[in-house]
């Protein structure tokens, strides 16, 4: 029990170092730790339970098979991030989304400064309607938006923990986050337009 106490209370970098040395209860403790997190985001990303299971149970098979490659130079989280949104790409491609080049789809449209959705994470802050309508807005997303959608604004990661995770500049996770966000926009503001109005109650006032 003190033991077990002991590996709970260890840092994710002890951990990790003991995992290297083929401490399989380390890196138990690692999965406890980040399973529901790597669950959250692979769901967040793939709108299907069954597939983000597939993609919990992939980005710990490779970590566990990773762990001793891995140096250090960012952080566990950081990492384990960076396998699990690998993997949900990956399950993305294989549905055969249609897809559009992100370098060129959107060259036409006019740069429109969108206020932050901060603050808290997005899906707190909506309705069921409106979490619904955005569910489908997400997943309308080209998966490279998506992925940057979905880690900065859904799991509140900074610009540069995204840039990290991805391989990307952070200039160009801010421009597919700009580009994101302003496709949800006018995808809701289509949804929210061509719903029917409520009728008013008979003898209201205008």
Known sequence: ???????RDESDEALV???QRDDERAFGELVHRYESKVYSLALKMLRNPEDAEDVLQDTFLRAYRGIKSFQGNSTFSTWIYRITANSALMRLRKRQLPTVSIDDADERE???NIADWAPGPV????S????TAMAEAIESLPVEFRQVFVLRDLEELSNAEV????????AAVKSRLHRARLKIRNRLATHFAEQPKPRRAMGAQP
């Open 128 to 131: 069921q309607e409106t979490q």
């Open 163 to 170: 840039a990290e995770i991805l391989d990307l500049s952070v």
């Open 17 to 19: 170092q003991r995992a």
């Open 1 to 7: 029990m003190v033991e077990e106490r002991a590996v």
């Open 123 to 126: 899906e707190q802050m909506l």
């Open 110 to 112: 006019v740069p429109i």
